[in-house]
């Protein structure tokens, strides 16, 4: 089966739903990640002393090892503009997503929540973009699509220190628990070790605490009481 995530910043795939996707490539699955900008605007460029384009072909080289340790079908990096997505004219960033979809045909695709998790405007503009072009294609009768899922964030047990103010999914919204493996944990922590000018940011962000063998997504206009334990189960290569 193809899986499609899309999200706006390289190391969005590393931070949370790189367990999932290492899982899902270990059962044999065709992964994509399409992201949508270089993450140029990223303020470690002024600790480089780099300039935006230059910051951007370092994250992109970096995206690449990343794409190498999970092991994806395939990486597409776009240029749009980092921290920039809520001044585009959306049909701009639709046109990139579905033009991606058509030719990837992938039964799942999967982006972030309409928390953004973090919050930041990029997440929010990229979930509500691919909620739109995914409703639109589906609506022409795209029989290939079968699933839109949102990796998010159980609320934690514990706090974990960070620098993020986090955005967490309830235990009623979350349509899907995939239990990971030890394997996938440390694909995991290899995936964020690629992003090597963005270690301190990684660092203090808290995420390799917070991360477990469980990965959690909601899933659009279906809900799973008990969740689903994979994203395939109960659709068929369609």
């Not at 290492?22 to 065709?30: E, F, L, T």
Request: hydrophobic share 35%; net charge negative.
């Amino acid at each position: 089966m193809k899986f499609l995530y899309i999200f706006p910043h390289p190391d969005d795939e590393s931070f949370g739903p790189a367990p999932g996707i290492s899982k899902q490539v270990r059962m044999g699955h065709q992964v994509y990640l399409l992201t949508l900008t270089r993450g140029e605007a990223t303020r470690v460029r002024f600790k480089l002393g780099v300039t935006k384009a230059e910051m951007g072909e370092i994250r992109y080289r970096e995206m690449q090892e990343m794409a190498k340790v999970l092991n994806l079908t395939e990486l597409i990096v776009l240029d749009l503009p980092d921290s920039g997505l809520k001044e585009l004219d959306p049909r701009i960033i639709e046109n990139v997503i579905s033009n991606t979809i058509e030719r990837i045909r992938p039964q799942i695709i999967i982006t972030y929540p309409v928390h953004g998790i973090s919050g930041f405007h990029d997440h929010l503009v990229t979930h509500a973009v691919v909620k739109r072009v995914f409703a639109e294609l589906s609506s022409l009768d795209n029989t290939y699509l079968r699933r839109l899922a949102f990796f998010t964030l159980s609320e934690p047990t514990e706090k974990v220190d960070g620098i993020h103010q986090l955005n967490y999914s309830t235990h009623e919204e979350i349509d899907c628990i995939m239990q990971v493996d030890d394997v996938d944990v440390k694909n995991f922590h290899r995936a964020l070790d690629c992003y090597k000018t963005y270690q301190e940011v990684i660092e203090a962000s808290g995420v390799r605490k917070m991360i477990t063998q469980e990965v959690h997504y909601e899933i659009y206009r279906e809900n799973h009481h008990p969740p689903l334990k994979d994203l395939t189960q109960g659709i068929d290569e369609g």
